[in-house]
């Protein structure tokens, strides 16, 4: 499967973005999506988890009450809506299609990751 991140930019604080991950292929509706990101220096990590059903999230304690993913299977697109962005929010995001259905944090049980799409918050 081959992901296709989308929709990040430049925001005020405060202010809201909504990226979007198309996916390719025919197995986007089995497995679990997540969402990382990444600043320069440190690891991968974390931020938000959707099972294949959409029934089960997971957020980091960072994001949880401002971040909501979502995903549309008969679109093959899996949504971050990112709320009162802060400036620690800025970072590389990255979506990825899990190897299970059930929502995991882990990134070794992710793979097909997207390209990135670059969310800079300023103060």
């Known amino acids: 499967v081959q992901l296709q991140a989308s929709g990040g930019g430049l925001v005020q604080a405060g202010g809201s973005l909504r990226l979007s991950c198309a996916a390719s292929?025919?197995?986007?509706?089995?497995?679990?999506m997540g969402w990382f990101r990444q600043t320069p220096g440190k690891e991968r990590e974390f931020v938000a988890g959707?099972?294949?059903?959409?029934?089960?999230?997971y957020y980091a304690d960072s994001v949880k009450g401002r971040f909501a993913i979502s995903r549309d299977n008969a679109k093959s697109t899996v949504y971050l809506q990112m709320n009162s962005l802060k400036p620690e929010d800025t970072a590389v995001y990255y979506c990825?299609?899990?190897?299970?259905?059930?929502?995991?944090?882990?990134?070794?049980?992710?793979?097909?990751w997207g390209q990135g799409t670059q969310v800079t918050v300023s103060s």
């Open positions: 959707i099972s294949w059903s959409g029934g089960s999230t």
């Open positions: 292929g025919r197995t986007f509706s089995s497995y679990v």
């Open positions: 990825a299609r899990g190897k299970v259905r059930g929502v995991v944090t882990t990134q070794d049980l992710y793979h097909s």
